[in-house]
């Protein structure tokens, strides 16, 4: 057993390559040799949001604050609040952020294939993310 203490890891902003608008990076876990799962809480200010990507054996998101959006390619976009989980499939391309006028910040939990645990793609449009 082991703990890994509250702000041992440093918050990041979120890079222009894979994010749109102001975001925040809380690194929680990370995969170890004897575990594929990795996680980080992800706050969103309005109008922020990932670019399209997918996961190798797909994501699970807990909203715990404010409101978000999450769509999957060429699916319907969807309000996700507090208390929602959301499951996104492996290799599922999609994109999750803030609303336009709220924040959202959710744990985002993933697990590596292969030493990988996202593949990035382009960024959403202003079109696509407020048609």
Known sequence: MSVQVNGSQLPLQGLEQYFSGA?????????QPQTRAGGA????EPGSRTHWHS?????????TSGQGWVQQWRGRRLV?????????PANVKHWHG?????A?????????????????MEAVTDKQYQP
């Open 80 to 88: 996700i609040e507090p208390g929602d989980v959301v499951h996104i």
């Open 23 to 31: 975001v925040r990076v809380e690194p929680l876990f990370q995969p």
């Open 41 to 44: 809480n992800v706050t969103f």
């Open 104 to 120: 959202m910040t959710h744990m985002a939990i993933q697990e590596s294939h292969q030493d990988s645990v996202v593949t990035w």
């Open 55 to 63: 996961h190798p054996r797909g994501q699970t998101l807990i909203v």
């Open 98 to 102: 803030a609303t336009a006028r709220t």
